[in-house]
């Protein structure tokens, strides 16, 4: 009876360090998921020392009964042996299965560690892939950021070279257009200015003809040809001067020629200058019958004028002498005014 009730307490002896090692397994394989390698390392001498532990135990608690019942009973010793030994077996054989299910958990935490690195390696790989793409994609956005900018930019400087350039083509039209209305101006005031010269031009052309029509009837004029009494008077004066200025060239001419030959029969004395003296007043005597004989010349002009009824016309401004210079002053051809001038 005592080995009856000994052997479920060697179960329990048994099974107890098993409990324990398999309430301790999960434990360990939670404490160290991160480092797997270390856990399945300490986890053979957990398992071991289970076994020593349980080991002693078996011994102690069958040895003892087996002493025992060898004391009572031969036969009752064999079948404790036979017993103990299927026990034992059975404890072997848990052990075996104990074993096998920790190599197996072992197995299962190295592959699950295996595939969390494999798990974490690939998502560092993925991590590394999306920050490498995302590098290259914060980088193709910063070049294409730039092109725009570069093209931004390009596009600004077009439109301001545009602006500028449409500013100065706008500021050479506004001066074309300025020069161009300068010269219609111009042009203008010039077409302006000659027809205010072809009239003033056309005016004095008028002025001139009419002036020169006046002094065409004035050139022919006869101021006196109405008053024939008096171109008879003047006739009659002219005549009378002429007769009196060829005596005066007859006087003239012969005391030149006695001078000439008073010379030529009496000797002067060249030292003194008589000789000199005597031709220097010769020569006076031949200028004054000179101008005789002209003042003839002018009385013939005038008596044909008288003949013609133009005498008393000045010659200068083709106006009417007076009627008392003519009468007093013989013969004359201008008037008071123009022989002033003169």
Excluded: W
Aim: net charge positive; proline share 3%; glycine share 0%.
């Amino acid at each position: 009876m005592a080995t009856a009730k000994k052997a479920p307490a060697k179960k329990a002896a048994a099974k107890a360090p098993a409990k324990k090692a398999a309430a301790k397994a999960p434990v360990k394989k939670s404490a160290a998921k991160a480092p797997a390698k270390k856990v399945v390392a300490k986890k053979a001498p957990a398992k071991k020392v289970a076994a020593k532990k349980a080991a002693p135990a078996k011994k102690s608690a069958t040895k003892a009964p087996a002493k025992k019942a060898v004391a009572k009973s031969p036969a009752l010793s064999a079948a404790a042996k036979e017993k103990e030994a299927r026990a034992r077996a059975a404890a072997k054989a848990k052990a075996a299965a104990e074993k096998a299910k920790q190599q197996a958990a072992a197995k299962a935490a190295k592959d699950k560690e295996a595939k969390a690195r494999a798990a974490a390696k690939a998502k560092a790989a993925a991590e590394k892939a999306k920050q490498q793409a995302a590098a290259k994609a914060a980088k193709e956005k910063a070049a294409r950021d730039k092109a725009a900018a570069k093209e931004k930019e390009i596009q600004r400087k077009a439109r301001e070279k545009a602006a500028a350039e449409a500013k100065k083509q706008k500021e050479i039209d506004a001066k074309r257009k300025a020069i161009e209305a300068e010269k219609l101006r111009k042009l203008k005031e010039q077409e302006r200015r000659d027809a205010e010269e072809r009239k003033r031009q056309e005016r004095r052309e008028a002025e001139e003809r009419k002036r020169q029509e006046a002094l065409e009837r004035k050139m022919h004029s006869k101021p006196y040809a109405n008053d024939e009494a008096f171109l008879a008077e003047l006739k009659e004066l002219l005549l009378e001067a002429k007769q009196q200025t060829m005596a005066q060239v007859a006087v003239a001419d012969s005391e030149a020629d006695e001078m000439l030959v008073d010379r030529e029969r009496l000797e002067y004395d060249d030292e003194d200058g008589s000789s000199v003296a005597s031709d220097i007043q010769r020569d006076q005597v031949k200028e004054f019958a000179a101008a005789l004989r002209l003042k003839i010349d002018e009385i013939d002009v005038a008596l044909a004028r008288v003949a013609d009824g133009s005498y008393g016309r000045c010659d200068e401004c083709y106006e009417a002498i007076t009627k008392p210079r003519l009468q007093f002053q013989l013969p004359v051809f201008t008037c008071v005014s123009c022989r002033a001038a003169v």
